[in-house]
């Protein structure tokens, strides 16, 4: 069975500086990765994606994430947090031939001044 | 124009009530979804439909009803609202095997 484990609920960070969120998946066969951000009142809007080849992918809005096969991992940053990437953060995991993605529990960042 | 649109935006409804939300997608994409998200749970898939004539159960779909009027239109229905239903749900759409693409959400309030 597919499922994703984001293990922190919440996380504060100052504006300014560095945040990584952490996502661990499982999944059967060659996985297809997510990044959601949702901000309040808002629907989920993708930030970015990988599907194959460099591991290291680049998304909108400043954020990158990494994804380690070896550690089932793909994990989110960005190197200087602004006030308004305060939101909820989900990731995902589906597969080609799959039906469905699978969702993470979400983090949600809190952004002080 | 936003690709995914939901009607209504916000409901408020009795328990016993019938209710029906619905997702309109101008994308062109055979696949749609409607999933429930409730704190703490991240997001469940209810039901899900790959077109007109296929439609399938998702993790939760108990409780609830799906139509897929055309290519563009997939409404999700409470036969019967009860409190635990209040929840805020997303309709969804994807290409084959793609990232999906998600409406603004419908916050529903069963009192």
């Known amino acids: 069975a597919q499922s994703v484990t984001q293990p922190d609920i919440h996380i504060t960070v100052s504006e300014g500086a560095s945040l990584e969120l952490r996502c661990n998946y499982s999944?059967?066969?060659?996985?297809?990765l997510f990044w959601y951000v949702q901000s309040p009142g808002q629907g989920l809007q993708l930030l970015l994606k990988?599907?194959?080849?460099?591991?290291l992918v680049q998304g909108i809005k400043g954020f990158e994430a990494e994804f380690k096969r070896s550690q089932s991992s793909f994990n989110l940053r960005k190197p200087s947090v602004h006030w308004s990437d305060a939101a909820e953060y989900f990731c995902?995991?589906?597969?080609?031939?799959?039906?469905?993605?699978?969702f993470g529990a979400g983090t949600t960042v809190t952004v002080r001044a | 124009d936003a690709d995914v649109t939901q009607t209504p935006r916000n409901r408020i409804t009795k328990t016993g009530k019938r209710i029906m939300l619905e997702c309109s997608q101008t994308?062109?994409?055979?696949?749609m979804y409607w999933y429930r998200q409730d704190p703490g749970l991240g997001l469940r898939l209810i039901y899900y439909?790959?077109?007109?004539?296929?439609?399938n159960k998702g993790e939760i779909s108990d409780g609830y009803s799906v139509s897929r009027q055309a290519q563009a239109k997939f409404s999700l229905s409470l036969e019967s609202a009860i409190p635990n239903q209040t929840a805020l749900y997303f309709c969804?759409?994807?290409?084959?095997?793609?990232?999906?693409?998600f409406g603004p959400g419908t916050r529903l309030t069963v009192t």
């Open positions: 990988y599907f194959s080849g460099d591991t």
């Open positions: 999944y059967g066969a060659t996985p297809y």
């Open positions: 994308k062109g994409h055979d696949r």
């Open positions: 995902a995991v589906g597969g080609l031939n799959d039906y469905k993605l699978s």
């Open positions: 969804a759409t994807s290409d084959y095997g793609g990232e999906q693409y």
């Open positions: 439909s790959f077109d007109v004539k296929d439609i």
